[in-house]
């Protein structure tokens, strides 16, 4: 090998050295914590050592500066490996990592933010090579910079279909500055893995997908070395051939050890043993400074160039109104990013891709991939990610989106097609438990325009809303209500119709808030009044506007859902009321699995069309005088 430095043996000394004291500290954690994962921390100690003291061009006192190689402890049980190499590095002391699992430590059973060293929550397996496909398609297409990315993965995991999706994605956009450490150990939580130590035919599977395979003896330095310090021309995959439980003799390659903590007498004896294994070395190693190429980036304050163009009673659907948004936040900064799921078309993320070429990654249809990717990219505060598909295709990436909040991720998500209003479609690509499922996001803000200036206001308040953004949006064109100098804010609801005679305060959001107004203008004729509230943000709810308006209303509410009841507007609106008295809240929503049918006919057969709600409000009416 041509650029193939052999490292000289006081190097490889000194590498086994630090491989030995990740299994001592590791070991010690454990059983200090009664909690963790120490023999799949055994089997990668090597890899660790040699990827950080030997590969790795970073900062060590500077974890998260943007010209570092990434890390993505994919396989994040071996978190208290992770831990201990970064007391090798010097950032941490190895006192602290005695706190490990404690209630006020920042080290946690599986890494987490929290820690400089870690960019994303990993620990829910097979996403980890997903991330890393994203922060490597940033550093290859973005930042056009040196930095590499180094995804450590468990055999137990490359079941999962995400893995698999990550795979085809890097390999398709050529991620030559992507590599893959896969620990081939053999055994998982309670089986052994389905290809146990058949390296060759995860070398195969590697190939098939378009990567460059070396098969490594994970014990070996000198082996690592050279497998990690080849040339690159298209992603590479070490598949690394451990030994579960290595230098813990009575758990080595031995199943029912693993998540279990080595009991007191038995670490001191293994640390002891250990410790003798450690040579005398005058060398100490330090990692590679990175290369100072990756260009700044700031996404801060950023705004639309100009106030939204439309005309009152234009009609636009907010799915179009989407992608036209995102083009001219695109406009304003380079950083904005988007990424679909071949459903561009549909999504009208097209209109992006058409305008920045450039900034466009199609992710195809792998929608767990593509919520990877877009943290990856999104990862560093590099880029500013928007990323669309059908609000039902989010469901199946429901275990990215809690990684996403867990990690603090900045991502921002668009579901079209959402509700009854996708029409003949039928139901399977209808996105009727969205909302339920985006609520239960700790860190979520959900965005759910009626009309096109909302829709832009949405994508421009999404642009510098931390945490997880979801942008709810319908496929049948609707009419402009809300004038272009509109100020709108997250958690801020609209008042869109009223009256001092109000009887009923309907709260209303996208296609429903038009039947609404439609429902109010029919009621008028027969001379009653209801007042319409679009709450534009489902989360934060503007509980104190609905309540407000409430009270001028005798308290009676109705909500208006192009969605299922459970989870939906009504139950966020419940969930407000539920201690306060005076308000007597009736819900509206789908009651159970739809049918193909045109938008209208649907809304009106499952009763959130302008009839239905008209209909309801009469009936609040009647019950109030009778209940006199």
């Known amino acids: 090998m041509e650029d193939y430095h052999k490292p000289d043996q006081q190097t490889v000394q000194a590498l086994r050295n ?13 059983t200090a914590a009664g909690s963790g994962h120490p023999t799949s921390c055994c089997s990668v100690a090597e890899i660790m050592s040699v990827l950080f003291f030997h590969t790795m061009k970073y900062r060590p006192e500077d974890p ?6 990434r890390f993505i402890l994919s396989k994040g049980h071996a978190a208290p490996a992770l831990y201990s190499m970064w007391v090798e590095t010097g950032f941490l002391k190895e006192s602290e990592l005695l706190s490990l699992c404690q209630v006020d430590s920042t080290l946690e059973g599986h890494p987490t933010p929290k820690q400089q060293f870690v960019d994303v929550a990993t620990g829910s397996l097979g996403q980890g090579l997903g991330v890393a496909c994203g922060m490597a398609y940033t550093g290859k297409y973005f930042d056009k910079s040196s930095y590499r990315v180094y995804c450590l993965l468990g055999d137990g995991e490359m079941s999962e279909g995400a893995v698999w999706e990550a795979m085809s994605f890097a390999s398709y956009y050529q991620l030559d500055n992507l590599v893959a450490i896969m620990d081939i150990n053999r055994l998982g939580q309670s089986d052994p893995a389905p290809l146990q130590h058949h390296v060759e035919k995860y070398q195969k599977r590697c190939e098939a997908f378009g990567w460059h395979a070396i098969i490594v003896d994970g014990h070996s330095v000198e082996e690592l070395c050279k497998a990690l310090s080849q040339p690159r021309h298209q992603p590479t995959a070490i598949i690394a051939k451990t030994i579960k439980g290595k230098g813990i003799p009575a758990a080595e390659d031995k199943q029912g050890w693993h998540a279990k903590p080595l009991p007191k007498d038995m670490a001191e004896m293994v640390v002891k043993d ?6 005398n070395s005058s060398k100490h190693l330090y990692p590679g400074a990175p290369m100072e190429d990756s260009p700044p980036v700031s996404l801060r304050n950023i705004r639309m160039p100009s106030a939204p163009s439309y005309k009152a009673g234009e009609k636009i659907s907010t799915r179009k109104a989407y992608g036209m948004a995102l083009a001219k936040l695109g406009r304003y900064n380079e950083r904005v990013v988007a990424l679909d799921g071949d459903t561009n078309n549909l999504t009208y993320s097209e209109i992006f891709k058409n305008e920045h070429p450039n900034r466009f990654v199609e992710c195809y249809i792998a929608q767990q991939n593509m919520v990877s990717v877009a943290m990856g990219c ?3 505060e590099r880029n500013l990610v928007f990323a669309s598909t059908l609000a039902s295709f989010f469901t199946r990436a429901y275990d990215q989106l809690r990684m996403a909040a867990i990690s603090e991720s900045c991502i921002n998500l668009c579901g079209s097609h959402c509700g009854l209003s996708t029409g003949e479609e039928g139901p399977s690509l209808m996105g009727l438990e969205d909302v339920a499922m985006f609520r239960a996001l700790p860190t979520a803000t959900i965005f759910y325009p009626c009309d096109g200036v909302s829709t832009e206001k949405a994508v421009e308040l999404a642009a510098t809303t931390k945490g997880v953004c979801y942008i709810r949006t319908s496929r049948q064109d ?9 100020d709108f804010h997250v958690g801020q609801a609209k008042v869109v119709y009223q009256s001092k005679e109000d009887q009923v305060t309907v709260v209303a959001a996208g296609v429903t808030l038009h039947e609404a107004l439609a429902a109010a203008e029919h009621l008028k004729k027969e001379r009653i009044s209801v007042r319409v509230i679009d709450p534009f943000t489902i989360k934060p709810l503007d509980a104190k506007t609905i309540m407000d308006h409430a009270r001028a209303t005798r308290g009676r509410i109705l909500t208006v859902e192009d969605h299922y009841y459970e989870g939906g507007l009504g139950e966020a609106v419940s969930s407000a009321m539920v201690n306060e008295s005076g308000f007597s809240v009736h819900r509206l929503a789908v009651s159970h699995v739809p049918r193909s049918g045109k938008p209208h006919e649907l809304l009106k057969i499952y009763g959130i069309d302008r009839d239905a709600i008209a209909q309801a409000v009469r009936k609040m009416l009647s019950t109030s005088t009778n209940a006199k």
């Open 18 to 30: 630090i491989a030995n004291r990740l299994r001592i500290n590791s070991i010690k954690a454990t």
């Open 64 to 69: 998260r500066n943007f010209n570092n190689d």
């Open 274 to 279: 250990l410790q003798s294994r450690i040579m």
């Open 378 to 380: 999104a990862a560093r």
């Open 478 to 486: 609707c009419a402009i209500i809300y004038n272009s100098n509109e």
